[in-house]
C-alpha cells in the first residue's frame, strides 16, 4: 500500500489568482495522477505526472491551466492557475502501486474554494 | 477502458447484506474489475479486486460471473458507517494503470 497526504486539506482563494496543492508518498512510485471532484460529481483525471518530463494531460486539460511537477518518485504538485469559481473542486493526487495487489491509492483531497 | 453502469442510488438497514451490480458489458480479456469507496471529504479507498469467480477479503466479497460482463460488490452486515459512495472500476492494470475511469458510482445510505 502507499499513504499519500497532501497539502493544503483546504484552500479559499480568489478568482484570478493561483494555489499550489503539493502531494507527498510514503515511497517510490512510478506512476502519480492528478484527479479532479466536482462537487456532487465523480473523479475526472486531469494528468499524469510524469517524473523527469512533462506531465501527460487529459482531453480538455492544458499545462497552462494546470501545471505540474514531479521532480522525484515520491512527491509532485499540481498548480491551479489564474482560477475561477468553475475551478472549485476537490483536487486528488493519486499513485499506482504494485505491491501485493496492483491499484491505485488515493490522497485525502485539497478542497478549493474560489470567490 | 470499459465504461460501467452502477444503480446511482440504494438504502439499506443496519445489519443487512447490500448487494451493488456493476453492468461492464465490453470488458476485454485483460481487464481486473475493482472496487473503491468514498466518504464525504476523502479519497476514494480500495475495497476489492477480482478477474473472475468469487473473492473475499476481510471487508466484502466480490462476485463475478463466467462472461465477467457483470459484477457484484457483497457487503455483509452493513452499518451507519458504510454510507458512502461504491465505484466500481474496470482496466488493464498493465497498460492503463492508474488512468481509472470513474462512472457516477452508487451512493449507499445506511439507516438505522
Known amino acids: 500500500s502507499a499513504v499519500i497526504s497532501q497539502k493544503p486539506s483546504r484552500d479559499i482563494c480568489q478568482r484570478g489568482t493561483s494555489l499550489t496543492i503539493q502531494c507527498q508518498v510514503d515511497?517510490?512510485?512510478?506512476?502519480m495522477f492528478w484527479y479532479r471532484q466536482q462537487p456532487g460529481q465523480s473523479l475526472t483525471l486531469i494528468a499524469t505526472?510524469?517524473?523527469?518530463?512533462?506531465?501527460?494531460?487529459e482531453s480538455g486539460f492544458v499545462i497552462d491551466k494546470f501545471p505540474i511537477s514531479r521532480p522525484n518518485l515520491t512527491f509532485s504538485t499540481l498548480t491551479v492557475s489564474n482560477m475561477s469559481p468553475e475551478d472549485s473542486s476537490i483536487y486528488l493526487c493519486?499513485?499506482?502501486?504494485?505491491?501485493?495487489?496492483?491499484?491505485?491509492?488515493f490522497g485525502p483531497g485539497t478542497r478549493l474554494t474560489v470567490l | 477502458l470499459a465504461k460501467t453502469t452502477q444503480p446511482i442510488s440504494m438504502d439499506s438497514y443496519e445489519g443487512q447484506e447490500v448487494n451493488i451490480t456493476c453492468s461492464h458489458n465490453?470488458?476485454?480479456?485483460?481487464?481486473?474489475i475493482t472496487w473503491y469507496q468514498q466518504f464525504p471529504s476523502q479519497g476514494p479507498r480500495f475495497i476489492i479486486q477480482?478477474?473472475?469467480t468469487k473473492v473475499t477479503n476481510e471487508v466484502a466479497s466480490l462476485f463475478i460471473p463466467a462472461d465477467r460482463k457483470s459484477s457484484t460488490l457483497s457487503l455483509p452486515r452493513v452499518s451507519l458507517s458504510d454510507t458512502a459512495v461504491y465505484y466500481c472500476?474496470?482496466?488493464?492494470?498493465?497498460?492503463?494503470?492508474?488512468?481509472?475511469?470513474f462512472g457516477d458510482g452508487t451512493t449507499l445510505t445506511v439507516k438505522p
Open positions: 515511497s517510490q512510485v512510478t506512476m
Open positions: 505526472a510524469n517524473q523527469g518530463s512533462e506531465a501527460t494531460y
Open positions: 493519486s499513485v499506482w502501486s504494485s505491491g501485493g495487489t496492483d491499484t491505485q491509492y
Open positions: 477480482g478477474y473472475k
Open positions: 472500476l474496470v482496466g488493464d492494470g498493465d497498460t492503463n494503470a492508474g488512468k481509472s475511469t
Open positions: 465490453n470488458i476485454a480479456t485483460n481487464d481486473y
